[in-house]
């Protein structure tokens, strides 16, 4: 067919220096074998999109578990391959990690169906993915790498930014793909195309929606609320009617938007200092989805979410450890810094930033994010090692007094090693005597 442009600048401009590297070697390795590689999916749209995205996706026309075998042997990486769908992960030593799939072969025996037969298995690939904006492919082989490949007008609907299945009985084979839809179509602006919209209504009319197993619903929301925009995902599917489709008792009302406002500004709050801290934000908005639930309301989400009654549990008690310190934290107008600590020291991050986005009073504000920015990563000027080293004896009284040494630390009474020595010394000879 007619040789895609090439977008070997984006690969190297848009890449950091060692995958644009990795992919060439890649593509070397592939033909070396016989086979045909591709970047595929999400890191393409991306790419194309000017947007960051390091997730490197490959298919190969060929046998993608003895490939990324290989691969994994010349870049010295862990492979964990699943020989039944034929697909395989390889993990680099930095952390990065590759997904290899197959494009199955067992078309290759039909090329009948498509003209092009060097292409047919990867274009079938392509087609059973869940939105044009997905189609696109990089090849990686020596002889023409770098080249886009695009047969279903990913371009044009990336220029258009509009969401578009592939064919008419898209959301039929697969209703979770509606979730996914107002994902994507809530970033960066996109829309729905109009048939993409009319087939989404035909869907959820139908009934559809009922026929996602509870834990891919799951899978489904969390990516969506693990989203930059989430507030405009939920308004989209409670106007698509999806929301009550999923659980009858979900509405996004005014209480509940108002509840994940103030999850979205303690986020920004938090992602602007941090980062590169993850944080698993979904669980957040998970909580204030819950919010104004009773117990049993709760589990009963759960069980369309396909969780186990423990996950359930787990944000039961998520949900109870948050009302206690906002309990504890109001019984206490003025806190010393180790009062915080001890109020907030148990829980998780995310618990103490739904906390954060739950409370109205500034000076508790200032608490939790002090807290978030300093005490939370507080380390006491001596640690038991170093009393032992400096000749106090192993004794029962040297747990409490370290942490005495953290509090008073914490306060600003102890503010160096010194003066922590010092009050060693005075609070294990006053014990003692
Ligand atoms: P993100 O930027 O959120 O990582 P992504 O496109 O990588 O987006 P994933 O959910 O990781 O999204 O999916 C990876 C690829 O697999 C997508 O590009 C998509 O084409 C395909 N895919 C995922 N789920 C489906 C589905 N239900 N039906 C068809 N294709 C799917």
Redesign the pocket.
């Known amino acids: 067919g007619m040789p895609g442009k090439s977008v070997r600048y984006l690969l190297r401009e848009r890449m950091p220096e060692e995958y644009f590297e990795l992919l060439k070697k890649a593509g070397e390795l592939a033909e070396g074998m016989g086979f045909n590689l591709f970047l595929v ?3 393409v ?2 790419m194309v999109m000017r947007v960051e ?1 390091l ?1 490197i ?1 490959l298919v190969v026309e060929g046998d993608g578990v003895v490939f990324a075998k290989a691969l994994a042997g010349v870049f010295g990486a862990k492979v964990s391959p699943h020989e039944k769908y034929k697909t395989a992960v390889v993990r680099l030593s930095g952390g990065h990690r590759m997904d290899v799939a197959t494009a199955r072969l067992e078309y290759y025996r039909m090329p009948g169906a498509f003209p092009e037969v060097e292409e047919s298995t990867l274009k079938l690939d392509l087609y ?4 044009t904006i ?2 696109m492919a990089v090849a990686l082989n020596p002889h023409r790498f770098g080249e886009l490949i695009d047969y279903f007008g990913a371009q044009r609907d990336i220029r258009e930014k509009k969401i578009r299945v592939l064919h008419s009985l898209s959301f039929v084979e ?1 209703p ?2 509606i979730l ?1 839809a107002v994902r994507f179509e809530k970033r960066r602006g996109f829309s729905l195309g109009k048939q993409t919209l009319s087939l989404i209504s035909s869907a959820v009319h139908a009934g559809f929606l009922r026929n996602i197993p509870g834990r891919r619903i799951f899978h489904e929301m969390r ?1 969506i609320l693990q989203e930059e925009e989430p507030i405009r995902c939920m308004e989209r599917l409670q106007e698509l009617k999806v929301l009550e489709a999923i659980y009858p008792d979900l509405v996004f009302d005014e209480q509940m938007r108002e509840a994940f406002r103030a999850v979205r500004e303690t986020l920004l709050w938090f992602r602007l200092l941090y980062t590169h801290e993850k944080i698993r934000a979904w669980f957040l908005y998970f909580l204030a989805m819950t919010e104004s639930m009773d117990p049993q309301a709760v589990m009963a989400l759960g069980d369309a979410f396909g969780l186990r009654r423990e996950d359930s549990e787990i944000l039961l008690d998520s949900r109870e450890k948050v009302r206690e310190i906002m309990r504890k934290m109001a019984s206490r107008p003025e806190m010393l810094p180790s009062q915080a600590v001890e109020v907030l020291g148990k829980a998780s991050l995310e618990e103490i930033l739904y906390a954060m986005s739950r409370c109205r009073s500034a000076n508790f504000k200032k608490i939790f994010s002090t807290y978030v920015t300093t005490w939370r990563n507080y380390r006491p000027p001596v640690s038991g090692r170093d009393l032992l080293a400096i000749g106090f004896s192993r004794n029962p009284d040297l747990g409490a007094c370290l942490k005495e040494i953290r509090n008073r630390g914490l306060n600003g009474e102890i503010r160096d090693f010194a003066g922590a020595i010092a009050f060693a010394q005075a609070y294990l000879t006053g014990i003692r005597g």
């Open positions: 999916g999400g890191i749209r991306d995205n997730d996706d059973r993915r869940d939105f997905n189609t697969d979770s793909r996914r990516q």
